[in-house]
């Protein structure tokens, strides 16, 4: 069984920047993608960033040029550095990771006020 932990969320004004961090623990294998999901009020989940163990990236085209998502593979670790955010991202961020199964984290709230 796979544990996340996440941290960094909290709220923030337009324009500013947060960093969350996620921690994988427990895993018996190889840890293949990480990533983060959000999801807004009335709105579906949705796929923010991910990163592959070999390091290959995806982005939501609505975050592309303003978050950078990185993963230190010997710590099972991934962050999102979240730069000039607007009041649209506000939604709770999910951290997500694959190893065999598919895992979540229990969420942490992103607040950016106008």
């Known amino acids: 069984q796979v544990q996340l932990v996440e941290s960094g969320g909290g709220l923030v004004q337009a324009g500013g920047s947060l960093r969350l961090s996620c921690a994988a623990s427990?895993?018996?294998?190889?840890?293949?993608?990480m990533g983060w999901y959000r999801q807004a009020p009335g709105k579906e989940r949705e796929l923010v960033a991910s990163?592959?163990?070999?390091?290959?990236?995806k982005y939501a085209d609505s975050v592309k040029g303003r978050f950078t998502i990185s993963r230190d593979n010997a710590k099972n670790t991934v962050y999102l550095q979240m730069n000039r955010l607007k009041p649209e991202d506000t939604a709770v961020y999910y951290c997500?990771?694959?190893?065999?199964?598919?895992?979540w984290g229990q969420g942490t709230q992103v607040t950016v006020s106008s």
């Open positions: 427990g895993s018996r294998f190889s840890i293949n993608a």
């Open positions: 997500h990771a694959i190893a065999v199964y598919a895992y």
């Open positions: 990163v592959t163990s070999g390091g290959n990236t």
